[in-house]
Nanobody, 116 residues
């Protein structure tokens, strides 16, 4: 059974940092491209970052370039999202997605709130 479990969300002040983790199980993690998405209240879900199976290619939404870094540890079946210089507009539920053989699997999400 495929499972994706996000953690690391919380409340942080503007300018602060958080690192999100997404722990995967139930499939061969190294075969899956991984994405981080976010959805703010009243807004559409947005692709934040993606990483290929080996980690050799990453891409980011313009709104987070230079501030967020996606990485993965295939030995630990985990993908990370390091978020620095956080802004109030980064407030959202962040979810990871695994793409395996053209099938997408989603985690339940973790809330990130940036506020003073």
């Amino acid at each position: 059974q495929v499972q994706l479990v996000e953690s690391g969300g919380g409340l942080v002040q503007p300018g602060g940092s958080l690192r999100l983790s997404c722990a995967a199980s139930g499939f061969t993690f190294s075969n899956a491209a991984m994405n981080w998405y976010r959805q703010a209240p009243g807004k559409e879900r947005e692709l934040v970052a993606l990483i290929t199976t080996s980690g050799g290619f990453t891409n980011y939404a313009d709104s987070v370039k230079g501030r967020f870094t996606i990485s993965r540890d295939n030995a630990k079946n985990t993908v990370y999202l390091q978020m620095n210089s956080l802004k109030p507009e980064d407030t959202a539920v962040y979810s990871c997605k695994a793409i395996l053989a053209r099938v997408a699997y989603w985690g339940q999400g973790t809330q990130v709130t940036v506020a003073s």
